[in-house]
């Protein structure tokens, strides 16, 4: 068993900087795909940008230019460094890891950004 655990959230002011961190409990990135989601009060959990085990990246369009998903080479941690935050990013963000070539998956426990004045 594998656990995913994200740090780096918190109160944000609009237009400033925050960076997530996924850690997890082995070196697994190397064979999971990763990818950062999203839950606001009242919505579905939406993806916001996902890296492949090559370092493919994708994001959602919402996110496009202001935020970016990366890894670290020891294949353990995620990261999703939020640029130009607005209120609209206010949510619970989860972090996910699957592995390529099976069904096994695994979710964070999620942590809270909010964005506020």
């Known amino acids: 068993q594998v656990q995913l655990v994200e740090s780096g959230g918190g109160l944000v002011q609009p237009g400033g900087s925050q960076r997530l961190s996924c850690t997890a409990s082995?070196?697994?990135?190397?064979?999971?795909?990763a990818a950062w989601y999203r839950q606001a009060p009242g919505k579905e959990r939406e993806l916001v940008a996902r890296?492949?085990?090559?370092?493919?990246?994708d994001s959602a369009d919402s996110v496009k230019g202001r935020f970016t998903i990366s890894k670290n080479s020891a294949e353990s941690e995620v990261y999703l460094q939020m640029n130009d935050l607005r209120p609209e990013d206010t949510a619970t963000y989860f972090c996910?890891?699957?592995?390529?070539?099976?069904?096994?998956?695994?979710w964070g426990q999620g942590i809270q950004v909010t964005i506020s004045s």
């Open positions: 082995k070196s697994i990135f190397g064979n999971f795909n």
């Open positions: 890296i492949t085990v090559t370092g493919h990246i």
């Open positions: 996910y890891a699957k592995l390529t070539w099976g069904r096994k998956e695994y």
